[in-house]
């Protein structure tokens, strides 16, 4: 078998972001490196069924609205 053909795979610590934390295994950073999370699922409104939020950048969704708004759902 080729050597150093794989990544090394240790344990690291997962902060969550309500400041829980667990010890999994990974590839990421050396052993014993802490990985800190922004967005987790405690937190993310696709896993706590929060509301989505459309952010309209460059007014896309605005003319995509004006062009398209007659159309209706039967």
Do not use: C
């Amino acid at each position: 078998m080729k050597q150093d053909a794989h990544p090394d795979y240790h344990f690291i610590t997962v902060v969550m972001t309500d400041g829980t934390s667990y010890r999994t295994r990974s590839t990421y950073g050396k052993e014993g490196a802490t990985l800190q999370l922004d967005i987790d699922p405690r937190t993310h409104p696709a896993w706590t069924g929060g509301a989505q939020h459309l952010i309209d950048r460059g007014g896309r969704v605005s003319r995509f609205n004006a062009k398209f708004g007659a159309f209706t759902r039967k």
